[in-house]
């Protein structure tokens, strides 16, 4: 059982517009900024936005990130078929949980 | 460019022991903190263990502690994972992770994960 929620899976078309939730509480994401990284078919994990609103460099603007109390969300607008992949949100964590916690991760399939 | 490559994964008996390694390369390797993050096969992602920079201030997730020992070489640019009494459910892919943080905000995130390298824990 993961210390922050998501849900397993989601979908979207080519173009449509698709929102990933993360649901903590006030030890994670209630105090400390919100990270996702997306998971592509068998490779490691790359970070997609961090600080809760943040892209690296690289990362297309049709990412963004967003937080409020504790919970935070990923949208991903303009859907593309490589967006097909596992994202996960994560957040440092105050109590004895952490210092590190993931939610469980959401498979997002493109149809 | 920050690279990093995981190796000493690979087929132990329950009960035995395996030391990862981590090779960092393209950054200040003393300067930041590391992680130890696993991936059970079909599962998500779990952290593991912390370190940071000077080898002080180390981190174990409840499900390793006492079990695994996270350690750093600075003079090698290189983390370890040493892990003893391993288990069936140790069994996973383990990445390491740069962390990266903005002191004065104090946020903090993983950029960038080595490729894994794969556990086996099975008789």
């Known amino acids: 059982q993961s210390v922050l929620t998501q849900p397993p899976s989601a979908s979207g078309t080519p173009g449509q517009r698709v929102t990933i939730f993360c649901s903590g509480s006030?030890?994670?994401?209630?105090?400390?900024?919100v990270n996702w990284y997306q998971q592509l078919p068998g490779t490691a994990p790359k970070l997609l936005i961090h600080?809760?609103?943040q892209r690296p460099s690289g990362v297309p603007d049709r990412f963004s990130g967003s937080k409020s109390g504790t919970s935070a969300s990923l949208a991903i607008s303009g859907l593309q078929s490589e967006d097909e992949a596992d994202y996960y949100c994560a957040a440092w964590d105050d109590s004895l949980n952490g210092p590190w916690v993931f939610g469980g991760g959401t498979k997002l399939t493109v149809l | 460019e920050v690279q990093l490559l995981e190796s000493g994964g690979g087929l132990v008996q329950p009960g035995g022991s395996l030391r990862l390694s981590c090779a960092a390369s393209?950054?200040?390797?003393?300067?930041?903190?590391m992680s130890w993050v696993r991936q059970a096969p079909g599962k998500g992602l779990e952290w593991v263990s912390t370190?940071?920079?000077?080898?002080?201030?180390?981190y174990y997730a409840d499900s390793v502690r006492g079990r695994f020992t996270i350690s750093r070489d600075n003079s090698k640019n290189t983390l370890y994972l040493q892990m003893n009494s391993l288990r069936a459910e140790d069994t996973a892919v383990y990445y390491c992770?740069?962390?990266?943080?903005?002191?004065?905000?104090?946020?903090?995130?993983?950029?960038?994960w080595g490729q894994g390298t794969l556990v086996t824990v099975s008789s």
């Open positions: 370190i940071g920079g000077s080898g002080g201030g180390k």
């Open positions: 006030s030890s994670n994401i209630g105090s400390n900024t």
């Open positions: 393209g950054f200040t390797f003393s300067n930041y903190a």
């Open positions: 600080s809760n609103n």
């Open positions: 992770a740069k962390e990266n943080i903005v002191v004065v905000t104090g946020n903090n995130w993983f950029d960038p």
